[in-house]
């Protein structure tokens, strides 16, 4: 039905579907010592500047998951990765979009860092306020709620990594 740079979209009549088809996408919990480092950034499809976790599209032939969320963490906020480890995954939105969006905690390289990409404001948030604001709702993005919330878990109980990634 449709093909576009990004994604495509087919349509499945005979269940009267319509299924968006995207190449994934990696998110990364980015941990400046205690610190949450957030990305504030405007989101057309609905029309809000929201608060994220730095993330980005899996666009980059033959990046893996793990060297896509370490190079949306340095393009988004301008900080390098000191170690990253996976959470998990999800689906994005499985009534109607095949995205999935690989998950990872960052700690990133101590220092500065260079300018984030242009339009986006980075925001230093505690960890415990960043699970606070998720579980209160003032975090919508649903990617950086299930990261936050599984940031939380991994370090409070210091549980293993998922299984199979």
Do not use: N
Not at 22 to 46: E, F, I, K, N, W
Not at 112 to 134: H, K, Q, S, T, Y
Request: hydrophobic share 40%; charged share 30%; glycine share 10%.
């Amino acid at each position: 039905m449709f093909g576009g740079r990004l994604i495509s979209v087919e349509v499945w009549p005979e269940r009267e579907r319509e299924i968006v088809r995207h190449p994934g996408s990696c998110a990364a919990v980015a941990l400046d010592g205690t610190d949450v480092l957030m990305v504030r950034q405007r989101r057309d499809a609905v029309d809000e500047r929201l608060l994220e976790i730095p993330a980005g599209t899996r666009d980059v032939a033959g990046e893996d998951a793990s060297d896509c969320a370490m190079r949306e963490v340095l393009e988004e906020t301008g900080r390098r990765v000191a170690s990253i480890e996976a959470l998990g995954w999800i689906y994005a939105s499985p009534g109607f979009l095949d995205e999935r969006v690989d998950l990872f905690l960052a700690d990133l390289e101590p220092g500065e860092g260079a300018d984030p990409e242009e339009g986006i404001e980075v925001i230093r948030i505690p960890l415990a306020e960043a699970i606070v604001m998720a579980t209160r709702g003032e975090i919508r993005d649903a990617k950086s709620v299930v990261g936050i919330l599984l940031t939380a878990a991994r370090r409070s109980t210091s549980a293993p990594g998922p299984p199979g990634g």
